[in-house]
């Protein structure tokens, strides 16, 4: 299969997904390119929020709104490890820039400076982080594990986690419920 960038677009899981990592999610992919694939589940929320993981980190926070801003299951790996997406790029110690518009970042200056009132305009909390070996996402999108669609902002940070998937399908002009989970080629 011919190689793609879907970097800044949504993966959106199949009903047949049997993976339970992926299964009914919207990842987030933050990079795309001949290496593989770095993204984020974005509507999978877990039981932990903002202000829980500060406290974890003993950052304390002096802006009470972002307290209970959940945090996303990211992906299977490096749960251990914390991402915020967010809009603008900004500038931290370790922020990969996604487009001109979103950025990337795991140092704890961000955590920080979030917790002090100095957040970015929006932002997407997560552990851990989906990944992919060069290939593979191109792979599973011709065993028709995933649709494609271009990324909306809107969608990762003025949505509910729980509106976020139907939200995306609906912008490529698809009803989720009416999916099915049979899995064939035309």
């Given at each position: 299969?011919?190689?793609?960038?879907?970097?800044?677009?949504?993966?959106?899981?199949?009903?047949?997904?049997?993976?339970?990592?992926?299964?009914?999610?919207?990842?987030?992919?933050?990079?795309?390119?001949?290496?593989?694939?770095?993204?984020?589940?974005?509507?999978?929320?877990?039981?932990?929020?903002?202000?829980?993981?500060?406290?974890?980190?003993?950052?304390?926070?002096?802006?009470?709104?972002?307290?209970?801003?959940?945090?996303?299951?990211?992906?299977?790996?490096?749960?251990?490890?914390?991402?915020?997406?967010?809009?603008?790029?900004?500038?931290?110690?370790?922020?990969?820039?996604?487009?001109?518009?979103?950025?990337?970042?795991?140092?704890?200056?961000?955590?920080?400076?979030?917790?002090?009132?100095?957040?970015?305009?929006?932002?997407?909390?997560?552990?851990?982080?989906?990944?992919?070996?060069?290939?593979?996402?191109?792979?599973?999108?011709?065993?028709?594990?995933?649709?494609?669609?271009?990324?909306?902002?809107?969608?990762?940070?003025?949505?509910?986690?729980?509106?976020?998937?139907?939200?995306?399908?609906r912008s490529l002009g698809v009803d989720f419920s009416a999916?099915?989970?049979?899995?064939?080629?035309?």
């Amino acid at each position: 299969m011919q190689s793609v960038d879907l970097t800044h677009h949504f993966l959106m899981a199949m009903p047949a997904m049997a993976d339970p990592f992926f299964s009914k999610t919207l990842t987030y992919i933050c990079e795309h390119s001949d290496q593989g694939a770095l993204g984020l589940v974005v509507n999978r929320p877990i039981d932990l929020t903002l202000k829980d993981l500060l406290d974890q980190l003993d950052i304390s926070a002096d802006d009470e709104t972002v307290g209970g801003l959940p945090v996303m299951f990211g992906g299977p790996i490096q749960l251990d490890r914390g991402f915020v997406l967010h809009q603008p790029v900004g500038e931290w110690q370790s922020t990969m820039a996604v487009n001109d518009e979103i950025g990337l970042t795991t140092s704890l200056d961000i955590l920080r400076a979030i917790a002090s009132g100095e957040s970015p305009k929006q932002l997407l909390v997560a552990l851990g982080y989906s990944g992919w070996a060069p290939g593979q996402i191109e792979h599973e999108l011709s065993q028709n594990a995933w649709l494609t669609v271009p990324a909306s902002p809107g969608i990762i940070f003025d949505l509910p986690a729980e509106e976020r998937l139907i939200a995306a399908m609906r912008s490529l002009g698809v009803d989720f419920s009416a999916l099915s989970d049979e899995i064939g080629h035309s």
